[in-house]
C-alpha cells in the first residue's frame, strides 16, 4: 500500500489523547454526510415530482396538437392524418372531435369536455385505455352511442357503468317551441382514470363517428393529435409538419402548452441543488480545521519525517488523502442515507399532496444516475479542495523548528 495513504489511515484512528482531533474528523465526516443525504433527497423529489407530472400529462394529451387558424375545424383530415404520419419522428396521428357540454347524471349536472377519439388507435399509446378503472370501450355498433367518464367525472355526476347520460352543448337547435341546446343520450360503457386529476375531472370520450354527428361537423375534425418517438424532439418535429401542411395550420408542442409549469419546476431543481451545495461547502470548512488541527497535533512528527529525508509531496500527500477519506466516507455514506429515505419515502407514500393543485396524489421520489454522479463529484470535489490548504501548510513545516525542544 501507498505510504502515504498508510500514515493518513494511522492519523484519522486517534490515540486517546487525541480524542478531541477524533471528534473533529467524526463531525466533519458527519456534516458531509448530512449535507449530501439533503441533496440526494431534494433532487430525487424534484426529479420525480418532475417525471411523475410530465409522464401523466403526455400519456393523456397529445405531444403535438395540429389544428385549423380560422376555428372551423380540418377538412379533408385523412390527407393531413397522412401527411403527418409520414414526417420522421411520429410514432402514430389520430383526429379529435371536441366540444364543451353539460353532462346531466343521475346526481347531478356537471360541465366537461367531450371529445370524439379514435379508440383504436388510442389504445397503443394510452395505457390507462388498456386497463380501464371499470367497464369496457363503447361499441361503435350499439344503437345508443357508448360514453366513457373520467373517474372524477362520474363521481360528480353519480354515474355508473350501464347508466344513461345526457350531454347537452352551447349551440342550439330550431324547434316548434324556437331554439333550444343541443343534447344527446350516451350509456356510460366504463370509466377511466388516468391519475392525471384535471384530465379525470373534466373528460368524457366518446367514437370520432359519434361526436362528428351530434356537433354537426360532417366529415371536420377539430384537431389531430400527433405522439412522437422523443418528446424533446416536438420543436424539430413541428416545424417539419409546418412544412408538409397548409399555412392555415396550427402546431402547438406539449412543451408550449406546459412551459410554465416545466420552466417552474427546473428553476426550482437548480435552485434547491445550489442551496443545498453551500450546505455540502460549510460541512467542508470542518475538514478544513480538522486538518489543520491535525498539522498542529502532528508538527513533531511531520519534522521527524521531514528529518529521516520524507519530500514535502509526501507530507503534501498525506494530508491530502487523510482529508480525501473524510469526504469519501462523508459522501457515501449520505448517499447511502439518502437513497435510503427515498425508498421509504416511495414505499410508503409519505408525502401527500392535494391532488386538485399538483396533479398527484403523492410525490414520488426519483434519482438518476447522471444527478446521483453529480452530487458525488461536486462533494468530492469541494471535500477534495478544502485538504490544499492544510496539506499545503503541513509540507511547509521547518523540521529544525519542529524538533529544537525535543
Not at 392555415?248 to 428553476?267: C, D, G, Q
Not at 498542529?296 to 487523510?322: N, W
Amino acid at each position: 500500500m501507498n505510504y502515504a495513504l498508510i500514515v493518513a489511515r494511522r492519523y484519522l484512528i486517534a490515540r486517546r489523547k487525541q480524542a478531541f482531533i477524533s471528534v473533529i474528523t467524526f463531525i466533519s465526516a458527519l456534516g458531509i454526510a448530512i449535507g449530501v443525504m439533503a441533496l440526494v433527497i431534494a433532487v430525487a423529489l424534484i426529479t420525480g415530482f418532475h417525471s411523475d407530472v410530465q409522464n401523466k400529462i403526455l400519456s393523456s394529451t397529445s405531444h403535438i396538437m395540429v389544428s385549423d387558424l380560422t376555428g372551423e375545424g380540418l377538412n379533408d383530415y385523412k390527407t393531413a392524418l397522412d401527411r403527418i404520419a409520414a414526417v420522421d419522428g411520429v410514432e402514430s396521428v389520430s383526429p379529435v372531435a371536441y366540444t364543451e357540454v353539460l353532462l346531466k347524471g343521475p346526481y347531478k349536472t356537471y360541465g366537461a369536455m367531450l371529445k370524439g377519439i379514435d379508440f383504436d388507435v388510442e389504445k397503443t399509446s394510452a395505457p390507462w385505455l388498456q386497463t380501464l378503472n371499470g367497464g369496457e370501450i363503447p361499441d361503435p355498433d350499439l344503437k345508443r352511442p357508448g360514453i366513457l367518464l373520467g373517474s372524477r367525472v362520474a363521481l360528480e355526476i353519480g354515474a355508473g357503468i350501464g347508466d344513461v347520460v345526457t350531454a347537452i352543448t352551447s349551440s342550439s337547435r330550431l324547434s316548434p317551441l324556437g331554439q333550444v341546446p343541443k343534447f344527446k343520450n350516451f350509456v356510460v360503457t366504463g370509466i377511466f382514470k388516468t391519475g392525471l386529476h384535471q384530465f379525470d375531472s373534466t373528460t368524457a370520450l366518446i367514437h370520432l363517428d359519434a361526436a362528428q354527428a351530434f356537433l354537426k361537423l360532417d366529415d371536420r375534425i377539430s384537431y389531430i393529435q400527433v405522439r412522437i418517438d422523443d418528446i424533446f424532439e416536438a420543436e424539430r418535429v413541428g416545424r417539419r409538419i409546418k412544412e408538409v401542411m397548409p399555412p392555415v395550420i396550427y402546431v402547438t408542442t406539449w412543451m408550449e402548452l406546459n412551459r410554465p409549469l416545466f420552466s417552474a419546476l427546473k428553476l426550482e431543481k437548480t435552485i434547491i441543488f445550489l442551496t443545498i451545495t453551500l450546505i455540502v461547502i460549510v460541512a467542508a470548512l470542518n475538514i478544513i480545521a480538522s486538518l489543520i488541527l491535525m498539522v498542529m497535533e502532528k508538527t513533531r512528527d511531520i519534522g521527524i519525517l521531514m528529518a529521516m529525508g520524507t519530500p514535502s509531496g509526501i507530507i503534501r500527500r498525506i494530508f491530502f488523502y487523510q482529508g480525501a477519506m473524510i469526504g469519501a466516507i462523508g459522501t457515501a455514506a449520505g448517499v447511502v442515507l439518502g437513497l435510503f429515505v427515498c425508498w421509504l419515502a416511495n414505499t410508503f407514500e409519505l408525502i401527500k399532496v392535494p391532488v386538485d393543485v399538483y396533479q398527484i396524489a403523492f410525490v414520488p421520489f426519483y434519482i438518476n444516475i447522471r444527478d446521483l454522479l453529480l452530487i458525488v463529484g461536486v462533494t468530492l470535489t469541494i471535500s477534495f479542495l478544502s485538504t490544499l490548504f492544510p496539506s499545503h501548510r503541513a509540507s511547509k513545516v521547518d523540521p529544525v523548528v519542529a524538533l529544537k525542544y525535543e
